[in-house]
């Protein structure tokens, strides 16, 4: 039977995360999602384990953000120890062991993500939770080579997700994830140093600056229609033929020049 549970939320606590292992459980074979992988018999401790399950962490962090936001409010699970039908379980290991394992191929500052052991059928099942992925956010890749008879995977390689899958990143995906680079809803603050100097000038970006340039416009009509002082008030770009221009073509010089105005 296909995945039956609301995704309409993020799941976060035991409960909704008992929910979600329950849910793999009971579904089809074929119900894995861009939002949901799930694996069966695999040991923690295995190098080759550690960066297949990086290799989804870094698939599930470079979804697209409008795409990732249709499920579980963006997140993503990977559920290990438990498959439609069956549920063998995981050995646990050290979280701390966990991390140290994983952090090679995905580097101090790759994606956000925790993982949490839960009970079911009595046996343990890891789930990991990938945090949304955000606009302004880069790429991330593989930060360690891993090769064997099966497997050839070079640090800086990029992964993206597809319906239950996780695979090499192809032309389109790249461009992609340039975008949502370039969609940044963050603003960046620039730390200037002169050269010679110690002291450091900080430099932040407006904020609405569509909205301040209107108040902005607004305020210097109102000051150039402004009478006796109109026409001394006009900035030099700004001709006027002489004190009798009609209003409505001075009005007119005036809206061209604030269109213009840098």
């Not at 698939?59 to 120890?81: L, S, T």
Request: with cysteine; charged share 25%.
């Amino acid at each position: 039977m296909p995945l039956v549970i609301d995704s309409s939320r993020a799941f976060r606590s035991p409960k909704e995360l008992a929910d979600l292992i329950q849910a793999v459980l009971t579904a089809s074979p074929n119900d894995e999602a861009t939002w949901l992988e799930w694996k069966n018999g695999l040991v923690l401790t295995d190098k080759e384990v550690r960066v297949h399950i990086a290799r989804h962490i870094l698939g599930m962090a470079n979804r697209a953000v409008e795409e990732a936001a249709r499920h579980a409010e963006g997140c993503g699970y990977i559920v290990i120890g438990a498959e439609p039908g069956h549920c063998g379980g995981v050995t646990e290991i050290d979280p701390a062991d966990l991390d140290a394992g994983l952090r090679p191929y995905l580097g101090s500052d790759g994606p956000r993500w925790s993982a949490q052991y839960l009970k079911s059928q009595g046996n343990s099942v890891l789930v990991f939770t990938v945090e949304p992925p955000r606009r302004g956010d880069r790429a991330f890749t593989l930060q360690k080579a891993y090769h064997n008879n099966q497997t050839n995977y070079h640090a800086g390689m990029t992964f993206v997700r597809r319906q239950g899958r996780t695979i090499p990143a192809e032309p389109g995906d790249i461009r992609a994830l340039e975008d949502r680079f370039l969609a940044s809803d963050h603003p960046v603050t620039l730390h200037v140093r002169p050269a010679g100097t110690d002291d450091s000038i900080t430099i932040r970006p407006l904020a609405n600056l569509q909205q301040r340039f209107g108040e902005w416009a607004a305020r210097r009509r109102t000051e150039l229609l402004r009478e006796p002082t109109r026409a001394n008030q006009v900035p030099s770009r700004l001709v006027i033929a002489s004190e009798e221009t009609p209003d409505e073509q001075y009005e007119a010089e005036i809206d061209q020049y604030l269109q213009t105005a840098p």
